[in-house]
């Protein structure tokens, strides 16, 4: 099992920055990569941005590229999600998952989710 606590969700104003955390524990060293999901009232859940745990490769949505930065610190078993020019369309609970397969699918261990709100 692979514990997820996701953290730094908030309100903020369009053209402002938040930065996620997620703290990762337990079996850790079955994660091939982590991930950003988020989710919309009445829309589907959208793969935001994912990074393997090596740090080598990364992955991110076209509605986010250029806007949101993941990084990883293996230390702290903890990986971010730098959002800059939040737009009121980023406004979503955000979640944090964990893939012991791939850095796009077979994430199947995930976090409580954190609310992000970006008012217009």
């Known amino acids: 099992q692979v514990q997820l606590v996701e953290s730094g969700g908030g309100l903020v104003q369009a053209g402002g920055s938040l930065r996620l955390s997620c703290a990762a524990s337990?079996?850790?060293?079955?994660?091939?990569?982590l991930g950003w999901f988020r989710q919309a009232p009445g829309r589907e859940r959208e793969f935001v941005s994912g990074?393997?745990?090596?740090?080598?490769?990364?992955y991110y949505a076209d509605s986010v590229r250029g806007r949101f930065t993941i990084s990883g610190d293996n230390a702290k078993n903890t990986v971010y999600l730098q959002m800059n020019s939040l737009k009121p369309e980023d406004t979503a609970v955000y979640y944090c998952?964990?893939?012991?397969?791939?850095?796009?699918?077979?994430?199947?261990?995930w976090g409580q989710g954190t609310q992000v709100t970006v008012s217009s």
């Open positions: 990074v393997t745990w090596s740090g080598s490769n990364t």
């Open positions: 998952a964990a893939s012991s397969v791939d850095l796009r699918t077979g994430y199947n261990y």
């Open positions: 337990g079996r850790t060293y079955t994660t091939y990569a």
